[in-house]
């Protein structure tokens, strides 16, 4: 039976795990694989693991629970180890990098922001700002067979949002770095420019969270903020 595993703790971890089950249906009863340090907490694995709404709410209902108590290291949905012995061995080799990231993310969450821009905004600010961009403007609508200009300008306005969008993402993360231990920044989306993972000390939720308000009021409407969090600390792991 391969094994399925949840999270990663120091051996010292309460693991109040009762009342809580794990993936599955039937869900799985929990257990743990220990070493002298540290302690996974796993489950059998199903014979067909998918991402149901079910599994998911499992997956994390471990989650919560042990951030509740501790320090704890979250894998991702979906990670099975072929046997318990395997899962014992990884928790040896890796032992020094566990232990260090244990420690690094004892008393954090991770608070995760996507940034969205509204292009059709951001071109008229660019409009408004640039006279090579109204100079052919005017002359495209007043040419409608000014097809070497009409290229010129789609480029010269792609070149223009992006060049914005980049100064926007490096200046957003910069600010709210501030208030957070770590950052990862991740690939953009289809509808974000922006999409950034921030690791926070519990203590500063508050103050980070009104940093995110601030830095979105301070944008305007042309930038839309959508801040999920606090939450199990995978960026991170």
């Known amino acids: 039976m391969t094994t399925y595993v949840y999270a990663i703790t120091g051996a010292e ?47 994390q209902d471990v989650q919560e629970r042990l951030l509740a108590d501790g320090p704890s290291l979250p894998m991702r949905f979906g990670l099975i180890g072929p046997d318990d012995e395997q899962v014992a061995s990884a928790l040896e080799e890796a032992h020094d990098t566990y232990a260090q990231r244990l420690e690094e993310l004892d008393g954090c969450r991770e608070y995760h922001l996507k940034v969205a821009c509204d292009e059709d905004d951001l071109m008229l600010e660019i409009a408004r700002e640039s006279d090579e961009i109204r100079r052919l403007n005017d002359h495209t609508r007043e040419n409608p067979g000014a097809y070497d200009d009409k290229v010129a300008l789609g480029e010269l306005i792609s070149r223009e949002v992006y060049t914005r969008q980049e100064r926007a993402r490096t200046d957003i993360v910069a600010r709210l770095a501030r208030s957070a231990v770590r950052t990862v920044t991740g690939e953009p989306t289809k509808h974000h420019f922006l999409n950034v993972s921030f690791l926070v000390e519990r203590e500063n939720a508050i103050a980070f969270s009104h940093a995110v308000h601030e830095e979105e009021e301070r944008r305007g409407r042309t930038y839309g903020f959508r801040l999920y969090g606090p939450l199990p600390p995978y960026s991170f792991v």
Do not use: M, Q, Y
């Open 13 to 59: 971890h309460p693991l109040r795990l009762s009342g809580i089950a794990g993936v599955g249906n039937p869900a799985a009863e929990l257990r743990t694989i220990r070493t002298k340090d540290l302690c996974a907490v796993v489950s059998d694995a199903p014979e067909e693991l998918r991402a149901k709404r079910r599994d998911v709410a499992a997956h």
